[in-house]
């Protein structure tokens, strides 16, 4: 009863992100559609989605097994029927916000999903870089209550590949905004644009996986400004297509920052679990800050989603 073979959803979808890629690709070469390709970065987005295939093949197990052993204690099993899928997708993809808004705001989190935000272009082919070290973070741990609430880890495995599906064809520019009901349910391109931008209004905005209606639920929602294009990458690029550096580079970086010299053991922890940017002394620069120092400069801009009122000062 307990040993469910579901079809894996990613693999199967394989052949059509080839060939979506491919097609957005030829597009934008023959200036059909907006967009733009780097054959160094699009190599390294590669690289990054085969790397992130061996390591959940390799690693990918150890949270499965915890999660189906965690099975025995559940408090109900809620079968198979089309309802238990359908709510185990909901559930899920309100766990993907709530991991995808950690992973921006924790910064042993967004060690590994900072790869994701490397590339400074953004077409299909970015989809395809995805982190190697997720096991690390131990974040599959936000899916144990569905599991104690008696969604089997295989139902919950499945369901979750129609939401990495989804996500897949929401990386590009050559979809403009879409229809007005389809754009306030559903992420859209527009929608995940805004997430990828570094401009101080899109920073930490648009969490969602395939509903945004958790963005509008909780206050993270950021509209595309035809006046403010988003400009992708991360707040400080690392100017790297070398797939070993975009993989560990913020894990070495924070390591190094918690080792420094003449930290208390707060400072150290803090270096691991505080949002990117905090630092000890202040040197450095999280979202709120670089949220209100463009207030500062654009005063007009004050209170507008996405950015603080005036005179609001970041939180310590």
């Not at 390591?55 to 025995?72: I, R």
């Not at 309100?94 to 077409?123: D, M």
């Not at 120092?293 to 005063?299: F, H, L, S, T």
């Amino acid at each position: 009863m307990d040993d469910y073979n579901f079809p894996q959803v990613t693999q199967l979808a394989i052949p059509f992100f080839v060939a979506a890629i491919l097609i957005e690709l030829w597009l934008v070469r023959t200036g059909r559609a907006k967009g733009s390709f780097e054959t160094r970065d699009t190599l390294t987005n590669l690289m990054m989605g085969t790397g992130n295939v061996v390591a959940g093949l390799l690693l990918g197990v150890v949270s499965y097994w915890a999660l189906l052993w965690l099975w025995q204690f559940r408090f109900f099993n809620l079968g198979l029927s089309i309802w238990v899928f359908v709510t185990a997708f909901l559930l899920d993809d309100l766990r993907y916000y709530v991991y995808h808004r950690i992973a921006h705001r924790v910064r042993w989190v967004w060690a590994e999903h900072v790869n994701h935000h490397s590339s400074q272009h953004y077409n299909l082919s970015t989809a395809l870089r995805q982190s190697w070290t997720g096991l690390f973070t131990f974040t599959f741990i936000l899916q144990a209550p569905l599991v104690l609430l008696g969604f089997h880890p295989a139902v919950i495995a499945f369901v979750f590949g129609f939401n990495l599906v989804w996500q897949f064809w929401i990386h590009t520019e050559t979809i403009g905004k879409m229809w007005g009901w389809f754009e306030f349910i559903f992420n859209t391109p527009s929608h995940h644009r805004v997430h990828h931008a570094t401009n101080p209004r899109y920073l930490d905005a648009n969490f969602a996986g395939t509903l945004i209606v958790w963005d509008r639920m909780f206050g993270t929602f950021v509209q595309e400004l035809e006046a403010d294009r988003p400009r992708y990458g991360i707040v400080k690029n690392i100017g790297t297509f070398n797939p070993l550096k975009v993989a560990f580079h913020e894990w070495i970086g924070m390591f190094k920052d918690a080792a420094m010299p003449g930290l208390t053991l707060g400072q150290r922890l803090n270096y691991l679990i505080q949002p990117p940017g905090w630092s000890h002394d202040g040197s450095r620069d999280t979202s709120e800050m670089l949220k209100a120092a463009y207030v500062r400069r654009n005063p007009g801009e004050a209170g507008k989603p996405g950015l603080p009122a005036a005179g609001a000062e970041p939180a310590e």
